[in-house]
Structures are given as C-alpha cells and as structure tokens.
C-alpha cells in the first residue's frame, strides 16, 4: 500500500513563528504536492514538485514556499506565519508522466496559528 | 482558468434512497477523479474516470464522465448509513512534462439518515 505520512497532526504556532509541515512517502514517487483545505472551498494547491529540487507554484503560493532535497520527501515552509493561515494541510504524491496518475493524500495537519 | 462545481454541496438522505452528486467544470479534460473523505480523516481514491463515456461502478456507488458536456456524475444506489461522508471531484490538468495538477470542486458533504 502506498504510504504518504505528515509529520504532525496538529500544530498550533504564533504568529510570525517559522512553520515547517514535513511530508514522506515510501512508493517512490515522482511529484509531490501540497494542499490547504477550507470549509466550502475544497482543496487548493499551494505547491508542487515532479523531482528533487524542482518546484512549481500552484493557485495559492503566497505566504509559503516548500523544500524538497530527497525524492520521498517535500516540506512546506510558512516563513512568518498569520492567521490566515490557519488550516487543514494535506500532502500527496504520485506518479509522473501523462499517464493518468492517481495522487495518494497524507492524513493532513491542521495548524491552528494563533 | 479551471473552474470545478459540484452539486449539491450539502446533501441528507434516507437510507434506501437513490441520489445523484454533480460535477461541472469549465475547461476540458479527460481525466477526472472521485475521493472520499471520513471526518477528520484524508481523502480516498474512489474511482479515476480517463475518457469520454467512462463508467465506473463500486458497491453502490456508480461514476461516469461526460466530456463534452464537462459533466461527470457520481449515483448512489440505496444509501446506508456507511456512505456518509464529503465526496471531492477533482479534474486532472496533466501536463507533459509534470504529470497530473488536480483542480478540485468544493466537495459534497453526503448524510445517510435511518
């Protein structure tokens, strides 16, 4: 079974505190995203990435920026964060290529920034 | 820019009873994909849909994709109290270089009533 685990399922900061959310999975994935999920606006892509070192904005990059040094894994970065921020964070990976690829979610982290 | 809809976003039913949850979107696509989500829990992968006319069945739970309309229809065949839950249709932006971006509809949250 594809596994994608998140570091924290709960994380509660202050505001302007550097936020790192880790995200590892173990089926040797090729992408790798990041998701914030709010009441009535679904999912939204924040950031992904398709091989180490490489990243590309989603729809709602602002405020955050990710890492991704090894091919199982990629962290999102809240440089300062607000309370805007405050959230359901969900991380997914899959396989690359045209091919129609399934994305496999983490369990999500909900940070309460205070 | 990618618009995903779906309808309704709250939904209470009997169980026993027969439902449809819609998906529109604005752009087109051939890939699209139905996930789950329990209540403080990821989203599961239900069915992936890759062409016009595809028809997916699990259970009581059927999927189909019209592409040239930009509809796809996720039925449900008499309700049970197991299939509460908040379904997501996500359409699939593959791209050639990166693989699948998934732009996701607001989700529907499913109540099966005794």
């Known amino acids: 079974d594809v596994k994608v685990t998140q570091s924290s399922r709960y994380l509660v900061k202050r505001t302007g505190e550097k936020v790192f959310l880790e995200c590892v999975q173990d089926m040797d994935h090729e992408n790798m995203f990041w998701y914030r999920q709010d009441p009535g606006l679904g999912l939204r892509l924040i950031y992904f990435?398709?091989?180490?070192?490489?990243?590309e904005k989603g729809d709602i990059p602002e405020g955050y920026s990710v890492s991704r040094e090894k091919k199982e894994r990629f962290s999102l970065i809240l440089e300062s964060a607000s309370t805007n921020q405050t959230s359901m964070y969900l991380c997914?990976?899959?396989?690359?290529?045209?091919?129609?690829?399934?994305?496999?979610f983490g369990p999500g982290t909900r940070l309460t920034v205070l | 820019e990618l618009k995903v809809e779906q309808n309704p976003l709250f939904l209470s039913m009997q169980e026993g009873k027969n439902y449809t949850i819609y998906c529109n979107y604005s752009t087109t696509s051939d890939r699209l994909y139905w996930y789950r989500q329990d209540p403080g829990k990821s989203l599961e992968s239900l069915f992936v849909l890759l062409s016009n006319g595809a028809v997916k069945q699990e259970g009581r739970l059927m999927a189909s994709l019209d592409t040239k309309a930009r509809l796809s229809t996720l039925h449900i065949t008499a309700a049970v109290h197991d299939l509460s839950a908040t379904y997501f249709c996500?359409?699939?932006?593959?791209?050639?270089?990166?693989?699948?971006?998934?732009?996701f509809g607001e989700g529907t949250q499913l109540t099966v009533n005794p």
């Open positions: 997914a990976s899959s396989f690359a290529g045209r091919a129609p690829r399934e994305q496999f």
């Open positions: 990435s398709y091989d180490v070192k490489m990243k």
């Open positions: 996500a359409v699939d932006m593959a791209r050639e270089t990166s693989g699948s971006r998934l732009t």
